[in-house]
């Protein structure tokens, strides 16, 4: 129930974090950058929530694996990874497949 917990958790976290990527990627400098999180509240609430998330994700992860935060930042990588090639049109080649088959064997040897 508590891997159950924390996948749940990272994905809303790191969909989250994606979509902030997604509406912050295009930054006209150094500056606005810094700010894009503060700037709007939805960008506010976007990062607040993801970090919550985040946070809840590695707790209920740490109940049941001491490689918690391996696997929680991978399942993570994998999520963006998908967010990417659906919403923001990534796209998808045999490297970056290859890539997550690494990821997902790494996490998979962890446990």
């Known amino acids: 129930m508590n891997w159950f917990l924390a996948i749940i958790a990272t994905v809303v976290s790191y969909t989250l974090f994606s979509y902030f990527g997604l509406r912050t990627g295009a930054a006209a400098s150094f500056q606005h950058a810094l700010l894009a999180p503060v700037a ?15 946070g809840v994700a590695t707790y209920y992860a740490l109940k049941s694996s001491p ?4 696997a929680v930042i991978s399942i993570g990588l994998i999520v963006s990874f998908v967010f990417s090639s659906l919403f923001a049109d990534g796209r998808v080649t045999v490297t970056r497949l290859l890539g997550l088959g690494v ?9």
């Open 40 to 54: 709007s509240i939805i960008n506010f609430g976007l990062i607040l929530f993801g970090s919550a998330g985040f």
């Open 103 to 111: 990821i997902v064997a790494g996490v998979w040897l962890l446990r």
């Open 67 to 70: 490689f918690a935060i391996t």
